[in-house]
């Protein structure tokens, strides 16, 4: 499986000696499967790089990067859920199964940069909130290394959105 994660790299801690914390696990569960988390945008972008890839469209490969990247966040969070004594189900805390509905179908591909920057931009809030609220600075390590390519990826899409104008 280590082939699908093409990329990694020590940029992220690893996580371990520490307690089991049903806190932040929820914390990170949210940020990992939540409907706004990195799952969830690894679905969006996904799809959005399979319906602009046939047409040849310079957008269909920055989307498939940066789904790998949120591919990738997930492992982390996955990662760290398990080393504090959680599951990492694709499962919001709040009960909610990750699926389908949390994809955008647009077709429109202003639409689609549009989405991916709303989402991107409520993504990075809930980061620096989750970040907040940790003390553990492994994790917290951990996040602000996610929370830094993320504010990478917005500021990417914002400036393709500015291009398209």
């Known amino acids: 499986m280590k082939e699908f994660f093409v990329g990694e790299s020590n940029v992220y801690p690893k996580i371990k000696g ?13 940020l990992y499967s939540g409907g706004d988390g990195e799952m ?5 972008l996904t799809y959005q790089n399979f319906i602009l890839s046939p047409f040849g469209s310079e957008h ?31 499962c919001s805390t709040q009960g909610v199964w990750l699926s389908g509905r949390v994809v955008d179908y647009i077709k429109g591909v202003k639409q689609m940069v549009g989405i991916n ?7 990075v809030i809930d980061y620096k ?15 602000e290394g996610i929370l830094q390519e993320e504010e990478e990826h917005l500021s990417k899409l914002k400036s393709i959105y500015r291009a398209m104008q």
């Open 60 to 90: 269909a490969s920055t989307f498939a990067q940066l789904a790998e990247e949120d591919l990738l966040h997930a492992k982390h969070l996955a990662q760290a859920i398990i080393s504090l004594g959680g599951d990492p189900a694709f």
């Open 117 to 123: 920057i709303e989402a991107k931009e409520k993504l």
């Open 40 to 44: 969830a945008s690894f679905f969006q």
């Open 129 to 143: 909130t989750t970040i907040s609220k940790i003390d553990e600075i492994q994790i917290k390590r951990m996040l």
């Open 18 to 30: 520490i307690k089991n914390n049903s806190y932040y696990q929820g914390l990170l569960q949210n």
